[in-house]
Structure formats: structure tokens, C-alpha cells
């Protein structure tokens, strides 16, 4: 069974960097598959924000791209998020999701609990 | 890229069927059969409930089932379960985005 956990600090302070780690079981990374990070801000729907491949290849909200970094290491089967200058709209619970691509297929088929971020000095 | 509009609320008593409706545009909905949908307990993972506008995963009751005309997808509940109660969000490829709805809080009255 394939599980995610998002892990890092609860609290960040304004225009610092907020930076989130998914460890993932039971899949090894490198197998293939793409990763992803979802948000959901407070009273709102979700909003995607990035997606790696086990390779490197990189996408980005184009709405987030200039704040974003997304980046994995397969060695500890693990992706990450940095999003930097961080403002109180940032606040929200943040998801890591496994990304399915195929030839007809775009959906996100494993999701982990997600991790409350809030931005506040 | 804006979000898939969605009611705020749908409800039903156990063993009725309720519709969710998500409208999008034509580079999204319309646009791709990339339909999906999620349903969220509060503080747990979100599970997936319908691919590729109709598809169940394994595991997913037949009770869930997806359809889509034009720019609106729409998600059946049939036969209302009290763990049918959650929030339901659904999503749709948009080419160089991925935007998902506003959601709905299905109540089984």
C-alpha cells in the first residue's frame, strides 16, 4: 500500500521560506510515477502547485512558478517544496499526492493526511 | 486558471441519489476527458473516487458514478450511505495547469 506523509515546520513567519518534505512507503520513487504538492487555504478548494518526475522534469502553477521549487531525492524516497516570500495567503493545509500520467490519464491517486502551514510573525 | 465551480451543498437521506455538478470552461472540462473526483473526509488523505470522468478505481463502491456534457462533469451518489457524508472536489487537466473544483459537503440527512 502506497503511503505519503508531509513533514515540516507548522509555523512560518512572513517573507521567510516555507519548506515541506513527503516521505513516501511502499513505492520506490524512482520507479516512475509523478509527484505532486496540493494546497487548500482556509474556507477554500484546493489549488495544485507543483509536480516532479522521478527524473527531475519539473511543472509548476503558473499563478506560484516565480515562488516555488519542488525537487526529490530518490535515495530517501523523498520530494520536497519550497515556497518562498511567504504571506498570510499561504496559510493553508498542504497535501503531497502521487500523480498518475498516462497517455488519457491525469488524476492524483494517493494522497497523504497533509500538514497545516500557517504564516503568521 | 480558475477554479471548477461547484455547489456549496447537496443532501439526501440514506438510499437516495444526489448530483454534484462541476462547471469549467472549454480549456479544461470541456476540452479533455481528464475529469476526476475526490471525496474528503476532514482531517484525513482525499480519496479518489472517479478517473478519466467515468472510471472507478478498485475498491470504489458502484455507487459513485461520473458523467460529463460540455463543460460540466457531474458526480452520482446512488444509494446514500451516513459514510457517504464528506466533501467532494473535482478536478480537471488544463493543459499546462491542473485545477480542481470548489467543492460540495454532501449531508446524509
Known amino acids: 500500500q502506497v503511503q505519503l506523509q508531509e513533514s515540516g515546520p507548522g509555523l512560518v513567519k512572513p517573507s521567510e521560506t516555507l519548506s515541506l518534505t513527503c516521505a513516501v512507503s511502499?513505492?520506490?520513487?524512482?520507479?516512475?510515477?509523478?509527484w505532486s504538492w496540493i494546497r487548500q487555504s482556509p474556507g477554500k478548494g484546493l489549488e495544485w502547485i507543483a509536480t516532479?518526475?522521478?527524473?527531475?522534469?519539473?511543472y509548476y502553477n503558473p499563478s506560484l512558478r516565480s515562488r516555488v521549487t519542488i525537487s526529490v531525492d530518490t535515495s530517501k524516497n523523498q520530494f520536497s517544496l519550497n515556497l518562498s516570500s511567504v504571506t498570510d495567503a499561504d496559510t493553508a493545509v498542504y497535501y503531497c499526492?502521487?500523480?498518475?500520467?498516462?497517455?488519457?490519464?491525469?488524476?492524483?491517486?494517493?494522497w497523504g493526511q497533509g500538514t497545516l502551514v500557517t504564516v503568521a510573525s | 486558471q480558475s477554479a471548477l465551480t461547484q455547489p456549496p451543498s447537496a443532501s439526501g437521506s440514506p438510499g437516495q441519489s444526489v448530483t454534484i455538478s462541476c462547471t469549467g470552461t472549454?480549456?479544461?472540462?470541456?476540452?479533455?476527458?481528464?475529469v476526476s473526483w475526490y471525496q474528503h473526509h476532514p482531517g484525513k488523505a482525499p480519496k479518489l473516487m472517479i478517473y478519466?470522468?467515468?472510471k472507478r478505481p478498485s475498491g470504489v463502491p458502484d455507487r459513485f458514478s461520473g458523467s460529463k456534457s460540455g463543460n460540466t462533469a457531474s458526480l452520482t451518489v446512488s444509494g446514500l450511505q451516513a459514510e457517504d457524508e464528506a466533501d467532494y472536489y473535482c478536478?480537471?487537466?488544463?493543459?499546462?495547469?491542473?485545477?480542481f473544483g470548489t467543492g460540495t459537503k454532501v449531508t446524509v440527512l
Open positions: 499526492a502521487r500523480y498518475v500520467v498516462g497517455t488519457a490519464s491525469f488524476y492524483f491517486d494517493y
Open positions: 511502499g513505492y520506490s520513487i524512482s520507479s516512475g510515477y509523478y
Open positions: 516532479i518526475y522521478h527524473s527531475g522534469i519539473t
Open positions: 472549454s480549456s479544461d472540462v470541456g476540452g479533455y476527458n481528464y
Open positions: 478519466e470522468v467515468t
Open positions: 478536478s480537471s487537466y488544463a493543459g499546462n495547469n491542473y485545477v
